[in-house]
């Protein structure tokens, strides 16, 4: 599925013995910097579109209020997450994990249904990479212009138009690391210490060390990250198979290939239908020319597709030389209702189930959360001891985290212990998101410890709680925590 590499030898090395298929191979070969030529299609359209909608996510989620604080925070000094209406505290790392798993399953299905969708949309690598060739674009013009640019002496106009798209690219990166630590601190906050000279020194250096890669991995970087940094195309080929869609050059049709003037139909010529005109190389990001097949090196943006579809047009050729198909397809010459039939197969059909139920339990999971998280910890100091008229009595500390932001009024009892009744703070007030902990005791009359018996016994602690004063609309929760009551000897 993935193109092998190719045996290279650096400059000036001896070649190897006659009759030696022994040679070096380079792991990394320097290359030339790519201009990619700018493409219209419908592909390049929905690749800028993922651009505003995941930037405009990214850029104003900070700036947006919810209950009175930033909607999206994540305050690791006090250990609290905030996510729109959600308070989320450590003992939450669960849905962490859950999101994790979503977000492995949906890479599996798409990658195996269509290939590296991720990569060629939505990834943050290819988002600011089209965002600053733009700006590149904007400053320098065009692709042969660009590389007449780059290979003129320096002059006043060269180094305005090298220096404006530096800035400007600076700027992106900097306000990109600016975002980045806001959702770390509070944007507010953080824009009034910046403009007051009053940066702590971590957001400094996380701004500073955000910044300067988004404007090293996007203005400089670029295609290199894709090929030798990211590990996710060398893995891709697990998840890659004869059925999965992938950007393909139909050789059957355009071979062999050469140019020819426009109205000529290629069997008039007696060649296919590429005109040999290097369009899709140009356009490529990463530089591949997909006519070779598919390479670890290509993204999936299908920018090569909207340039031939452009060229094809333009030759009156039917469109589709480079399209999205499968391999059997493109073999086969399947229709495209035969390739969707088996692009659906079992192990898709898997991935999407799996992808549903944990997505569903997730979601179910959330709106299911009580308002208080309660934890009971045994006083580790008096495990049991008798107290007055005989009664036994076991010391617990319970831990109570408010999971919203309204103000809940707790009440603590016992349940599954016969007799038992509680003292200490049995009600108590939480305030919005507020953890406390309260001791309580947990005591057994002689009579009933008798029937019990010595050892330790099940009991439950039932937390119940109100979010309101008492009035008509007032919700209540109920929790139990499990423990157990000691009887000595």
């Known amino acids: 599925m993935t193109a092998g590499l190719t045996a290279k030898r650096p400059p000036g090395a001896s070649p190897p013995p006659a009759g030696d298929s022994a040679a070096l191979v380079s792991l990394y070969l320097s290359e030339g910097k790519i201009q ?19 930037q405009a996510i990214f850029y104003g989620l900070p700036w947006l209020e919810w209950n009175g604080r930033q909607a999206v925070l994540l305050d690791l000094a006090s250990r609290r997450f905030y996510v729109l209406g959600l308070v989320l505290h450590p003992q939450d790392v669960i849905y962490l994990a859950a999101l994790l798993i979503i977000a492995a399953f949906s890479l599996f299905f798409f990658t195996t249904v269509a290939g590296r969708l991720w990569c060629g949309f939505a990834c943050p690598q290819t988002v600011y ?25 320096w002059t006043l106009n060269k180094l305005w138009k090298k220096s404006g798209k530096q800035l400007v690219w600076l700027a992106i990166g900097l306000w990109t690391g600016f975002t980045f630590v806001a959702y770390f601190s509070p944007a507010r906050t953080l824009l009034g210490e910046i403009s007051a000279f009053r940066l702590g020194p971590w957001e400094a250096f996380w701004i500073a060390f955000y910044g300067f890669a988004t404007y090293g991995n996007a203005g400089y970087m670029r295609e290199q990250v894709c090929k030798y940094m990211c590990p996710y195309a060398r893995f891709q080929s697990a998840m890659f198979d004869k059925d999965t869609l992938i950007i393909s050059y139909d050789e059957m049709r355009g071979e062999p290939r050469g140019s020819r003037p426009r109205g000529v139909t290629p069997i008039s010529v007696n060649k296919g239908d590429c005109i040999d005109c290097l369009m899709c190389v140009q356009v490529c990001p990463t530089g591949i020319d997909i006519r070779k097949g598919l390479q670890y090196e290509c993204i999936g943006c299908a920018a090569c597709i909207d340039a031939c579809d452009q060229i094809m047009d333009k030759m009156s050729y039917p469109r589709g030389l480079i399209r999205y198909a499968t391999q059997n397809a493109i073999k086969n010459r399947w229709s495209k209702a035969q390739m969707w039939k088996h692009v659906a197969r079992p ?89 406390a902990w309260t001791p309580v005791a947990v005591q057994v009359a002689p009579e009933a410890a008798r029937r019990l018996g010595d050892g330790a016994h099940p009991m439950a602690f039932r937390i119940v709680s109100r979010d309101t004063g008492g009035g008509i609309d007032a919700k209540t929760h109920d929790v139990s925590e499990k423990s157990t009551f000691v009887i000595p000897r």
């Open 36 to 54: 990619p030529r700018s493409v219209h299609g419908w592909f390049a359209a929905w690749r800028w579109a993922l651009v505003w909608l995941t």
């Open 347 to 435: 192990r898709v059909l898997v991935y999407a189930t799996l992808l549903t139920l944990i997505c569903t339990a997730f979601v179910i999971s959330l709106a299911l959360r009580a308002p208080v998280r309660a934890d009971v910890v045994r006083d580790r100091g008096s495990l049991a001891r008798i107290v007055d008229e005989g009664r036994i009595e076991n010391v617990y500390r319970i831990q109570l985290m408010n999971e919203t932001e309204a103000v809940q009024h707790i009440h603590i009892e016992v349940t599954g212990l016969e007799t038992a009744t509680v003292s200490g703070t049995t009600d108590l007030e939480l305030k919005p998101t507020e953890a």
């Open 129 to 153: 990479t089209e965002i600053f060739m733009w700006v590149e674009k904007v400053f320098e013009g065009g692709r042969p212009a660009r590389i007449r640019l780059d290979a003129a002496p």
